[in-house]
């Protein structure tokens, strides 16, 4: 399906089921990372290369057929619910979204609840999105950008943008080969532009934004943005947005609402409202 619907190699895509077999078998049944890794060291080691990525179209098959059986081994040795794993992408899906709302209720989970005084009765939710591939070729990448310039609050676009990468190899800090945005407009203008098209119609809506993107095959996935702080003061970020007329009245909510418990400050005498609230 990867191959007809993605227009994936076969290398490409048996790389990507591998990838997910991995994420899979850690995230359902809690098999440990380093019995995945041990596979790739072994091929790596047989075909004399040094990352994953470049094992041959007959490793990389290898690869994911041995991800495959691992789950399974595990499976029948801890005596886990074998339904959980199954060839049917909709089973599989469905159960990716149980786990995750089973997480909820785990030793970790609760913890960080208790240090950061979070509600245990909201509940957690689940986003189910199309996958996107920025490392499947040159014409694919990932980029990491700033509507403005964090220092004046300028409409100035920087960040990164890597080629044949995955979101997360920014997120984690694996820049080494990452190309500013300066440079990226001079070697790849009409990328560039697409780029600034996005992130620049967020910035009208929103403000001043940090923009994760994956490129596939040329084309842009907006993967998520949030608010970027600023230096500026917030005198001259509000003279802004009076001047653009993004401003009305109206009432935000006290800065207990993180804590789930959410109040209206129109619902309290005004000299109890949070200070900080902004």
């Known amino acids: 399906k990867l191959m007809k619907d993605d227009g994936l190699d076969k290398k490409a895509a048996y790389r990507l089921y591998g990838d997910f077999l991995s994420q899979f078998g850690q995230a359902v049944f809690g098999i440990n990372i380093v019995s995945f890794l041990d596979i790739d060291r072994r091929l790596k080691e047989e075909e004399g290369v040094k990352e994953a990525r470049k094992l041959s179209e007959d490793a990389m ?25 199954s060839d049917a992408p909709l089973e599989i899906l469905l159960n990716s979204v149980v786990t995750v709302f089973r997480s909820w209720d785990s030793e970790t989970v609760i913890k960080h609840r208790e240090n950061n005084s979070l509600s245990s009765d909201w509940g957690t939710a689940v986003t189910i999105q199309q996958m996107v591939h920025g490392d499947i070729n040159e014409a694919s990448g ?12 300028d409409r100035a676009l920087s960040g990164l943008y ?25 070697t790849n203008p009409s990328l560039a532009a697409k780029i600034g098209a996005m992130v620049g119609r967020i910035d009208r809506e929103f403000g001043s934004v940090e923009v994760e993107i994956t490129i596939q095959n040329g084309e842009l996935y907006l993967l998520q943005f949030k608010k970027s702080e600023l230096q500026a003061g917030p005198d001259d970020r509000i003279a802004e947005a009076n001047a653009q007329g993004l401003l009305a009245r109206g009432e935000g909510l006290w800065g207990r609402a993180v804590t789930g418990v959410p109040i209206f400050a129109d619902a309290l005498p005004y000299d109890q409202v949070d200070a900080k609230v902004n």
């Open 142 to 153: 990932t980029a990491v950008i700033f509507s403005r310039d964090p220092s004046t609050g």
């Open 61 to 85: 098959v290898k690869r994911a057929q041995e991800y495959k059986e691992l789950i399974q081994q595990f499976i029948k040795s801890s005596q886990a619910d074998s339904t959980l794993f």
């Open 162 to 186: 890597k080629p044949v990468a995955l979101g997360v190899a920014l997120v984690d800090g694996a820049t080494q080969t990452a190309l500013s945005f300066n440079e990226l407009q001079r």
